[in-house]
């Protein structure tokens, strides 16, 4: 059975806590801190976040309580349970399990970004950190990216071959609520930095001159993403949930938890680029590492704080990219019918095959100019995943519940032994109706308007 040895190892996890505390581990990770800052900046600030907001009480919800229920009905991982349900839809978990593939490589390249900047501020280098252009050079350079990923990926791979996970739960539990204050402190004393308040109101006001479809694209995508959605890793963790616990708060609690982090590492970031570049904003996925240095470096202490910040940020990627790893691993170990350290090794080799043309794709990298469809390579295999990949699996998943197996299914699943699940209509809803047409609606917008067809 798929993560078994993972979860296996969980096995106090068996209340709601400890479920609560699994799920988030793997939800709270560079996608909160790194990937939604840049996104918000990106896709217009407020207007991204209200989006955001909404699919995730929406989509967000109704998707995880969906795969957490499958999981805990069937017992099974993905692809079993899938085929379980109904021997038509075994593809969906094959599908679904091509999409953590792709992510683990190009995850790792940008968990060495984050090694790399613990490091710098480590060796007291933070005015070098904080200097234009350094983070362009590094990631230009042809070597240091790879030796940073290949060290970010050997730590992932050691701590899944010999099973040291509990350990760095441990850690990670006394790391994410430092993290967290952290996260807030930065905030607090970017707001009062001049220049912020105008970053402030970009973030939370919407102006909605700046709706793109594309902009409920991202945000979609960064849905998935974030809450480690339509890869089947939420079927998985729901295989181990017992049945006497309440499927719709543990939910809610994952939800606010994983989008909670994500909002204030907005306001620590967004803001940020304004006090420190103006207005002129700095976009794409070297925001937090063009703008953090720069702000650490004006604040007193900010050596420190910065090492330390970047270390929290290693620990909270670190979590993300095990359970990654553990079940791109479980994958093929039970599709090849292979054992726990040949599976590892073949991870290692795809890892290396689409992880090194990721690491070299940046800024003026040697493979900068290889472009698919005007994506450099990293950003192909992020663009692939979230926004093609996770909505297309998002869509047959709910088709499936709302006209296959019928959303009464699930509902008795959540209401088993007693428990209550108040939302059952929203579920319903948005199952069967809200989320096909929006996700075909949101396909559709974005391929004309990603084939300059469509300007919106
Ligand atoms: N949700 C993680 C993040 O936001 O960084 C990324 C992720 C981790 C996705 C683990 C999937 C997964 F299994």
Request: charged share 15%; hydrophobic share 55%.
């Amino acid at each position: 059975m798929k993560n078994k040895t993972k979860l296996e190892n969980r096995g106090t996890f068996t209340g709601k806590i400890g479920f609560v505390l699994a799920a988030a581990g793997s939800a709270v990770g560079l996608g909160n801190i790194w990937r939604f800052p840049y996104l918000a900046a990106e896709y217009g600030g407020g207007i991204f976040l209200l989006v955001y907001l909404l699919l995730a009480v929406t989509l967000g919800f109704a998707l995880m309580a969906a795969e957490i229920l499958i999981g805990r009905k069937t017992g099974l991982s993905a692809v079993s349970a899938f085929k379980k349900l109904d021997g038509r839809f075994s593809f969906l978990g094959s599908l679904a399990s091509i999409i953590p593939v792709i992510i683990l490589p190009y995850y790792c390249v940008i968990g060495g970004w984050v090694m790399k900047y613990s490091a710098t501020f480590a060796f007291g280098e933070m005015n070098a950190a904080a200097a234009d252009g350094y983070f362009t050079e590094f990631i230009s350079n042809p070597i240091q990216p790879i030796g940073w990923f290949l060290l970010f990926l050997g730590v992932t791979a050691v701590v899944v071959l010999f099973g040291v996970e509990k350990g760095v739960e441990r850690v990670s539990k006394i790391m994410m609520p430092i993290l967290v204050v952290m996260v807030l402190g930065v905030s607090v004393y970017v707001l009062c930095q001049p220049g912020a308040i105008e970053g402030v109101k970009y973030y939370l006001v919407p102006d909605f001159n700046n709706f793109k479809a594309t902009t409920i694209l991202a945000a979609m995508g960064q849905l998935f993403y974030s809450m480690s959605l339509a890869m089947g890793i939420m079927i998985t963790y729901g295989s181990y949930m017992k049945k006497d616990v309440n499927v719709e708060s543990s939910v809610h609690n994952i939800e606010i938890f994983d989008t909670g982090i994500a909002f204030l590492a907005g306001l620590m970031i967004v803001p940020a680029v304004f006090a420190t570049q103006g207005v002129e904003m700095a976009k794409g996925p070297g925001l937090m590492f063009i703008v953090l240095p720069k702000v650490f470096a004006k604040m007193p202490g900010g050596a420190v704080i910065g090492f330390i910040f970047f270390a929290l940020v290693f620990f909270a990627a670190i979590t993300s990219s095990i359970s990654l790893m553990e079940t791109v691993v479980s994958i093929v170990k039970d599709k090849f019918k292979l054992g726990r350290k040949l599976s590892c090794a073949i991870v290692l080799a795809i890892c290396l095959i689409l992880g090194i043309p990721s690491a070299l794709s940046n800024g003026e990298g040697i493979l900068s100019g290889f472009k698919i469809i005007g994506f450099g390579f990293l950003d192909f295999c992020d663009f692939a995943s979230n926004s093609v990949l996770m909505p297309i699996v998002a869509l047959i998943t709910c088709i499936f519940i709302g006209y296959v197996l019928k959303p009464k299914a699930l509902i008795e699943e959540a209401e088993a032994e007693g428990n209550t699940f108040k939302a059952k209509r929203l579920f319903t809803v948005v199952i069967k109706y809200v989320a096909p047409i929006c996700i075909v609606l949101i396909l559709a917008f974005s391929i004309l308007e990603a084939c300059g067809i469509l300007t919106v």
